[in-house]
């Protein structure tokens, strides 16, 4: 009787069953791995899918993306005011390495932070990365005109530095309270960088032109990302427990290689990444250049984000219907497309078309990259790694895009050759998507 007793009490208390290696193990072995299974799911399996922090986290994150890439994003409005007020003796190829080493650093430090994360420094994270964001914009406002190093110091290496702190672990962190609901969770959180890109260029466009100038414009601004980092900080915060072995990054970037249809995704990345940020830093700029009134020049980047903000939102939904890899492929090619449109613009109707159809496409393709990872990681553990590594080498793209398009811009503002530069390598691009998507199909890996 007590051998039989022993067992159905220990059943029920699966933790008590996996520490009795030297209490009738043996004896238990059958009856505790049907329990641990089936009975009581680890915590990796338990997603409240909902709840006051999960729903706080997940603003928490929204907040971040809208002081992050939000703000990154909004790189049109200096390029535009740089090139024609502040750095009038730098080159387009000059300006726009500003914008672009901060894209670049947002998406390569992803590496750093992966592993970071994983490691448990969520929090360390997120408090550094917000103060180091909070300071270099400070820093900013006391830059001199045509002092391009101290430009290039503070926007371009401290928030690129601190927007790569802030990026995976504001989109990871949300994997832990949502698993059947994370890709809609992750489209919803997205969007805050399509809201900041909205807010950010107006605020922005209105101040510096007006009567506050450079220095107390960008102060302001940096006062106003403050006050929205401290929030999210505080909303966010972890479920479970890092990884007990954390992801080692030479093995992961190995089996990321292994991966068929994940080396095809780095390629679609980098690719992608090389064009995608073209029309964000040049649309203004282009508009202007047009002859296209300057107050309604201001409002092209707004426009662009308004319809990438609800891209994003109406993503979750769409990939409900025909998949994660499928929305990419399709967004990828739209977005190249209309790149390649860029080149017609001429009028304010083509400011605004182009505009709606870029935001849009561009919208969805952001809020597919989160999910995209998550489906194409095997263990949730090693999610961190596995974004970290996509973004890191997406990165690469962002630093030589849009510097290369500025050469081929030139003095002489020749704007069809970086349009066609910049759609190619998006189109080729969606390429290497479609055959992760297609791969992974033949596997049954989707």
């Given at each position: ?39 009581v799911p680890s915590r990796l ?237 040049f649309l203004q700029l282009d ?56 080149i017609g613009l001429s009028s ?99």
């Amino acid at each position: 009787m007590a051998v039989e007793t022993k067992p159905q009490m220990l059943s029920t208390e699966p933790p008590t069953t996996q520490d009795s290696d030297n209490e009738g193990f043996k004896v238990l072995d059958i009856e505790s791995s049907v329990s641990n299974d089936s009975v009581v799911p680890s915590r990796l399996d338990e997603f409240p899918e909902g709840g006051l922090a999960a729903w706080s986290t997940a603003f928490g994150s929204f907040l971040i993306l809208f002081c992050g890439w939000g703000y990154t994003t909004s790189f049109g409005v200096y390029e535009d005011f740089y090139t024609q007020h502040y750095l009038t003796n730098e080159t387009p190829f000059a300006i726009s390495s500003i914008g672009s080493f901060n894209a670049f650093l947002g998406t390569a430090m992803s590496l750093v932070a992966g592993s970071l994360y994983d490691r448990g420094y969520f929090y360390h994270l997120v408090i550094t990365g917000s103060l180091l964001q909070s300071l270099s914009i400070f820093m900013l406002s006391f830059a001199k005109p045509d002092q391009y190093y101290q430009i290039f110091l503070t926007q371009g290496l401290c928030s690129g530095v601190a927007l790569g702190l802030l990026y995976v672990p504001s989109l990871a962190v949300v994997s832990h309270y949502f698993k059947r609901k994370r890709t809609l969770v992750m489209t919803l959180v997205i969007p805050g960088s399509s809201l900041g890109a909205i807010i950010h260029p107006i605020m922005l466009n209105n101040l510096l032109n007006g009567h506050l100038g450079f220095a107390n414009t960008v102060r302001a601004s940096a006062g106003f990302l403050s006050a929205l980092l401290l929030i999210a900080c505080l909303c966010m915060r972890t479920r479970l427990d890092p990884p007990t072995a954390p992801v080692n990054y030479i093995a992961a970037a190995k089996k990321c290689l292994q991966d068929v249809p994940f080396a095809f995704a780095l390629a679609g990345a980098f690719l992608i990444q090389i064009g995608f940020y073209y029309p964000l830093f040049f649309l203004q700029l282009d508009s202007i250049k047009h002859g296209i009134s300057t107050s309604f020049s201001f409002y092209s980047l707004v426009i662009l984000n308004v319809s990438s903000c609800v891209g994003r939102v109406t993503s979750g939904y769409t990939a409900a219907y025909i998949g994660v890899p499928n929305l990419t492929v399709i967004s990828a090619i739209l977005c190249g497309l209309v790149i390649l449109g860029t080149i017609g613009l001429s009028s304010l109707t083509s400011v605004v078309i182009l505009g709606v159809l870029y935001g849009y496409s561009s919208g969805v393709y952001n809020a597919m990259l989160g999910p995209l990872a998550a489906i194409l990681a095997p263990d949730p553990s090693e999610l961190g790694g596995w974004m970290g590594i996509l973004f890191f080498i997406g990165g690469f793209g962002s630093l030589i895009g849009t510097p290369i398009s500025g050469i081929l811009l030139s003095s002489n503002y020749t704007w069809w050759k970086p349009a066609l530069f910049s759609g190619v390598a998006a189109l080729v691009g969606a390429v290497m998507y479609g055959f992760t998507g297609f791969i992974c199909t033949r596997k049954n890996k989707f």
